[in-house]
Nanobody
Framework: QVQLVESGGGLVQPGESLRLSCAVS????????MGWYRQAPGKQRELVAM???????NYADFAKGRFTIFRDDTKRTVSLEMNKLKPEDTAVYYC?????????????????WGQGTQVTVSS
């Protein structure tokens, strides 16, 4: 069973920075995509950044130039460095990880969400 544990949210002022982290545990064959989504009150959940195992990173337009995603497959972590934060970045941020694992000699795949961490940007 896959577990994701997030950390790093909090209250910051506009222009400040935060770093979110997500640790993946469980008996896995492979971690595929690792990324971050966010959901603001009254809005749909949206992609922030996604780093696939192979291929280019995908950033949302609002994240380009301000946010950076880091992936460490050895430590099984994905982090999101957020700079120059704005009030409109206020949301619950969710880690999302797509993994492959063996079950009864069959290679399975699942998509998993963290519990979410609140980021509030306010003066």
């Amino acid at each position: 069973q896959v577990q994701l544990v997030e950390s790093g949210g909090g209250l910051v002022q506009p222009g400040e920075s935060l770093r979110l982290s997500c640790a993946v545990s469980g008996s896995l064959f492979r971690i595929n995509d690792m990324g971050w989504y966010r959901q603001a009150p009254g809005k749909q959940r949206e992609l922030v950044a996604m780093k696939p195992r192979v291929g280019s990173i995908n950033y949302a337009d609002f994240a380009k130039g301000r946010f950076t995603i880091f992936r460490d497959d050895t430590k099984r972590t994905v982090s999101l460095e957020m700079n120059k934060l704005k009030p409109e970045d206020t949301a619950v941020y969710y880690c999302n990880v797509d993994v492959s694992y063996w079950r009864n000699e069959v290679l399975m795949r699942s998509n998993n969400w963290g519990q979410g961490t609140q980021v509030t940007v306010s003066s």
